[in-house]
């Protein structure tokens, strides 16, 4: 299988989009690089992705993509031969609040801008050069519907994955000519722990955004980039912008 042995990082894959990522690659036959704040929960990713795939790779990373020392040093110490990063999947991020602009609360702007915008190019800056040197790669940065359109109370968050989108299409002219391929997955609303974390820990404010329709699941995005990253080498999915059938845009949906 040409998958084999490539090596795929995936942030933010402690919980939700990005823990269904490295799960379904695995099955794909990927070795997966896992990251993320929470080293219990990578610990157990790991334990859970070896007991199931008998020909995948597995290693943790730790750190918080907002501190730039704590990428830089966890780079570093990445081991030789797991150095070859193929894919990389800009999946870290969340929406913390939802207030008008005139009461938002500056800690959860710079929150936003600081894990959805400064991180994704920590991240990217550590992962570019050796894709270059190697002249093969493929960048997926997790966006949102939230990077197509902006929504009440979306304000500062919608601004932050709009920034994802252009970031997308910028990374896609640059790395052109050196074969790296750079794609976008934009959903709607996928229920994962994004909600909780909007909401800070109120659990009736998140279940209230999915009542009353089914929506997206991070197996359903998942899928979406397993299919991405294995089309041929000449093609690229440059955007997906994948909806539950019972959201139109983001800010109408039908609910029974
Ligand atoms: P979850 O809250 O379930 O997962 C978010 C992940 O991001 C966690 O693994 C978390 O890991 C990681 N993360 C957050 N902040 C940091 C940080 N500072 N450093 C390192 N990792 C971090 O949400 P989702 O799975 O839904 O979100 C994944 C991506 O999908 C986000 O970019 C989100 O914006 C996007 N998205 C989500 C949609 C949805 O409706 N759910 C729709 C469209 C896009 P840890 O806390 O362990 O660090
Ligand atoms: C998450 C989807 O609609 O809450 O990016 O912005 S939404």
Redesign the pocket.
């Known amino acids: 299988m040409e998958s084999q042995n490539k090596i795929v990082l995936v942030t933010g894959a402690t919980s939700g989009i990005g823990r269904a990522i490295a799960i379904e690659l695995a099955n794909d036959g990927y070795d997966i690089i896992i990251t993320g704040r929470r080293a219990d929960r990578l610990m157990k990713l790991e334990h859970e992705i070896k007991s199931v795939s008998k020909t995948s790779r597995i290693l943790s990373m730790h750190f918080d993509v907002r501190n730039l020392s704590e990428v830089e040093s966890a780079f570093h110490k990445l081991p030789n031969e797991w150095s070859k990063i193929s894919i990389l999947v800009n999946n870290a991020g969340l929406?913390a609040g939802f207030d008008p602009i005139q009461t938002g609360d500056l800690l959860d702007w710079e929150q936003m801008i600081d894990t959805n915008v400064k991180g994704l190019l920590y991240v990217s800056k550590m992962v570019i050069p050796e894709m270059i040197n190697r002249k093969e790669g493929h960048i997926i940065n997790i966006s949102?519907?939230?990077g197509k359109e902006v929504?009440p109370k979306?304000n500062v968050?919608?601004a932050s994955?709009h920034a994802v989108d252009a970031l997308t299409k910028g990374m896609r002219m640059d790395l052109l000519e050196h074969g790296i391929k750079v794609s976008s997955v934009s959903?709607?609303?996928?229920e994962t722990e994004?909600s909780i974390v909007?909401f800070k820990g109120d659990k009736e404010k998140a279940e209230n955004?999915y009542t009353g329709l089914t929506p997206l699941n991070a197996s359903d995005i998942a899928q979406t980039v397993s299919w991405i990253v294995s089309r041929p080498k000449h093609v690229n999915i440059n955007d997906i912008v994948i909806m539950p059938t019972a959201q139109a845009s983001?800010a109408v949906s039908y609910r029974k």
Do not use: T
């Open positions: 929406a949102s519907i939230a929504y979306g968050y919608c994955k959903p709607g609303m996928v994004f909007r955004v983001a």
